[in-house]
């Protein structure tokens, strides 16, 4: 098997909590090269935790011949600039969310992207987890008829360390591009990508001079159906789904958020009663890993990825736009 000698930019908690330990896991897909960072202290953590070559700078790894595909964990502010350099020296690319700040900058790497048949993947592992698997299959099989509303939230207390990349305007940061992008991508997720967001409100927080939460519906353009969404980081915990149709209800918690190995759970109320789905324990950030081996090796339609892609930039910008209108 023909391994992808990958890329890492940046040293972010992400990569070291969850997507290195996976990568380290799928010998026979991945070879980490080396890491670029410009944080010399979680360089050298990240050297001796994972046996990993180290590099002081971004560009070792992005204008390295050996690498042909690059993880980027570093903040929204700095994605379009480095998702840019990649594609330039020919490099597949895995980007954390939000894939830009912008959605005039989301058409451009996209149009990049695929004018050179590169991947270039905005990372949701949830989409790769067996709960929402589960609740796709459900759906299907008309367990509650035709679907009528959805809501979605993602929302958390406020973080202590008021210095967090979240609360910093200059690197992208605020609640829609973090946590409102999730619910943005679940309602495409069960209801398709024809939808259009009708009304949205965003709180500013003068003291950071972003948002820290807010709220919108979005609404199908060829039906009534509509998903309503909340999320933000001055919230009361919650992170959950709720599908309601004609002939019953799905309802998930933790949908965005459950740990690599839990046992997951969806609640299913129809016609027949209640019915509580426990699910087989699994790793979504191994599944997204494997899922983007495929498509840098061709076994995948890289044109998903870009629709995908499009539309979740275009639907965070409507939010935007129409917020508190």
């Known amino acids: 098997m023909c391994m992808v ?7 972010a908690n992400i990569a070291e909590r969850h997507i290195v330990p996976a990568l380290k896991r ?15 202290k979680r360089g050298e953590l990240f050297k001796s935790k994972f046996n990993l070559s180290i590099y002081d700078n971004y560009e070792s790894i992005v204008n390295n011949e050996a690498i042909n595909a690059v993880y980027i964990p570093l903040p929204n502010s700095l994605h379009e600039e480095w998702i ?12 954390e969310k939000s894939l830009t700040t912008s959605f005039d900058a989301a058409l451009r790497v996209n149009k990049i992207a695929e004018k050179q048949n590169l991947v270039l993947v905005e990372n949701f592992q949830f989409r790769f987890h067996i709960q929402t698997k589960k609740i796709k299959q459900l759906l299907n099989d008309e367990e509650i008829g035709e679907i009528r509303n959805v809501r979605s939230t ?22 829609l591009l973090d946590a409102g992008a999730y619910p943005v991508k679940v309602s495409q997720i069960i209801l398709g990508d024809n939808l259009e967001v009708v009304d949205s409100n965003l709180y500013l927080d003068k003291t950071f001079g972003l948002d820290t939460w807010g ?3 979005l609404k199908c353009l060829n039906s009534s159906v509509c998903s309503q969404i909340a999320f933000g980081f001055d919230n009361f915990y919650q992170c959950n789904l709720e ?3 004609s002939r019953g209800k799905i309802t998930a918690d933790r949908i965005f958020t459950s740990p690599p190995g839990s046992v997951s759970a969806i609640k299913l109320e129809n016609d027949n009663g209640t019915k509580i789905i426990k699910l087989e324990p699994c790793n979504h950030f191994e599944n997204m890993l494997l899922y983007f081996y495929d498509l840098v090796k061709g076994k995948r339609n890289l044109k998903n990825e870009y ?7 275009r639907l965070i910008n409507e939010i935007k736009e129409k917020t508190n209108r």
């Open 5 to 11: 000698n990958l890329g890492i930019l940046g040293c």
């Open 26 to 40: 799928l010998t026979g897909q991945y070879n980490i090269v080396g890491v670029g960072t410009r944080n010399k």
């Open 84 to 95: 840019e350099n990649s594609l330039k020296t020919k490099k597949h690319i895995l980007v």
């Open 154 to 175: 993602f929302c958390f207390p406020p973080f202590a360390n008021k210095e967090n990349i979240r609360y910093q305007k200059k690197l992208g940061g605020g609640s």
């Open 215 to 217: 709220n919108a519906t």
């Open 243 to 245: 599908i309601l149709g």
């Open 307 to 313: 629709v995908e892609n499009i539309n979740q930039s």
